[in-house]
């Protein structure tokens, strides 16, 4: 499927899922339960089609990687902290936003920067090492950009739960998969088909996000104006940044777009339920939900922006 037809899918999911969640909020609150299932199937067929002999030589671009780890985990923090310092964000808004800002995305990236053209299989390879580093470095992050206030307020058990639900769940069980295809016919054709279900899967996801958090943002519309400035100004600058920073690099176009997503894109989903646990229902989770929703629509524009803004005849590939 072409990426045209794909924006078209999405678009249309996430234009559903407002009206839906804002006409029947019944329903919206009943698609909350689904946003779990859908991410875990999500990230299953995106690890399915992990290729596992080419992610291998990711680990060789050192390049590629020190420049995410460097955007998303040294100038990310930053920019949140000067973001914190100019804007006043009331509390519990601070602590879901500054969490949810502090986190690369390690889920629907995947399947914005394939669409966009960029190495997805890079980030892929990368999933694993991010999740460890941001639950480690979170706290840290956390209490130097508010001076130890918020720290001690985040649920450990919530972290370990969101690692264990959306990465070794799908994880272990595409390798389980991929392991019987190659001894199993048939297996071997559910798989090479599986990659027809990712676009209809991706707009199911982004239905019931859309679904299930327009009523919380209806519902605190007024107090959540400052916050969602401060999230599309970040991706603004991020994005602006990550840019700059792999033509001065010189990337080739497929690591660039996939740098650029990766900087720009959040976590906003895995830390959606430690958010809840930390603040309770509310306008804590509506907070992490307005980031996605204008997460997604940032990302929708970048799928048909960056491959002509980042052409493949601008720079030849990295080899």
């Not at 019944?26 to 596992?52: Q, S």
């Not at 964000?89 to 053209?117: H, K, N, Q, S, W």
């Not at 027809?196 to 107090?223: D, E, F, G």
């Not at 996605?292 to 052409?311: F, G, S």
Request: aromatic fraction near 6%.
């Amino acid at each position: 499927m072409s990426t045209s037809a794909q924006a078209v899918w999405w678009v249309g999911g996430l234009a559903l899922g407002v009206l839906l969640g804002a006409g029947l909020p019944a329903l919206g609150h009943a698609a909350g339960w689904a946003v779990t299932p859908c991410l875990i199937v999500l990230l299953f067929l995106t690890f399915l089609e992990l290729p596992f002999e080419r992610a291998a030589k990711a680990f060789e671009d050192v390049r590629f990687l020190a420049t995410v780890a460097v955007l998303n985990f040294l100038v990310v923090p930053v920019l949140v902290a000067g973001l914190v310092a100019v804007f006043d964000i009331d509390e519990p808004m601070l602590l879901a936003a500054v969490v949810v800002l502090l986190c690369p995305c390690i889920d629907y990236v995947i399947v914005f920067t394939r669409a966009a053209g960029g190495a997805y299989e890079h980030l892929l390879v990368l999933t694993p090492v991010l999740t460890v580093a941001q639950l480690l470095l979170l706290p840290v992050s956390l209490w130097a950009i508010t001076g130890g206030d918020l720290s001690a307020d985040l649920p450990v058990g919530a972290l370990v739960s969101a690692l264990f639900l959306f990465i070794l769940v799908p994880l272990t069980a595409a390798i389980i998969v991929r392991s019987i295809s190659r001894r199993a016919l048939r297996v071997k054709r559910l798989v090479k088909a599986s990659s027809s279900l990712m676009t209809p899967v991706m707009t199911l996801t982004l239905l019931v996000i859309t679904a299930s958090s327009t009523p919380l943002i209806v519902s605190a519309i007024a107090q959540l104006t400052t916050v969602a400035i401060v999230f599309a100004v970040f991706a603004l600058v991020i994005g602006a940044l990550a840019w700059a920073v792999t033509r001065a690099l010189g990337f080739g176009a497929r690591q660039a777009r996939s740098v650029v997503l990766s900087a720009v894109t959040r976590n906003s989903l895995v830390m959606l339920p430690i958010v809840r646990a930390a603040t309770g229902d509310g306008i804590g989770p509506a907070t992490v939900v307005t980031q996605t929703l204008i997460e997604l629509l940032i990302l929708l524009l970048l799928v048909r922006v960056l491959p002509r803004l980042i052409p493949d005849t601008a720079m030849s590939e990295i080899r």
